[in-house]
């Protein structure tokens, strides 16, 4: 049974950073597809980036590239989502997903597995 369990989250000042953590777990996990997406008070879900099964290629937005950037620790199981110069419209609770198949995708409904989120409140 795959699972991810997303952790990091919390209140930032705008202009700061953040490191979201996931830890995912199961069998053949290292061959699933990881992503991020959030989902913001009033809002729809939102692809953020994922990164494929070895940690070697990534898929992001365009609109968040430079301030998001997407990692992979295979050794323990992680997957991290650091964030930069966080804006007030990062305010999301971030999820972390993971599918199972041949190339990356932002469509939420390709991905099997979902965490529960974790808050993230970027403060003026």
């Known amino acids: 049974q795959v699972q991810v369990v997303e952790s990091g989250g919390g209140l930032v000042q705008a202009g700061g950073s953040l490191t979201l953590s996931c830890a995912a777990s199961?069998?053949?996990?290292?061959?699933?597809?990881l992503g991020w997406f959030r989902q913001a008070p009033g809002k729809e879900r939102e692809f953020v980036a994922a990164?494929?099964?070895?940690?070697?290629?990534?898929y992001g937005t365009d609109s968040l590239k430079g301030r998001f950037t997407i990692s992979r620790d295979n050794a323990k199981n992680m997957v991290y989502l650091q964030v930069n110069s966080l804006q007030s419209e990062d305010t999301a609770v971030y999820y972390c997903?993971?599918?199972?198949?041949?190339?990356?995708?932002?469509?939420?409904?390709?991905?099997?597995?979902w965490g529960q989120g974790t808050r993230v409140t970027v403060s003026a």
């Open positions: 997903a993971a599918g199972w198949m041949a190339t990356m995708s932002r469509a939420g409904s390709r991905y099997d597995h």
């Open positions: 199961g069998r053949g996990i290292n061959k699933y597809i």
């Open positions: 990164i494929n099964g070895r940690g070697t290629s990534t």
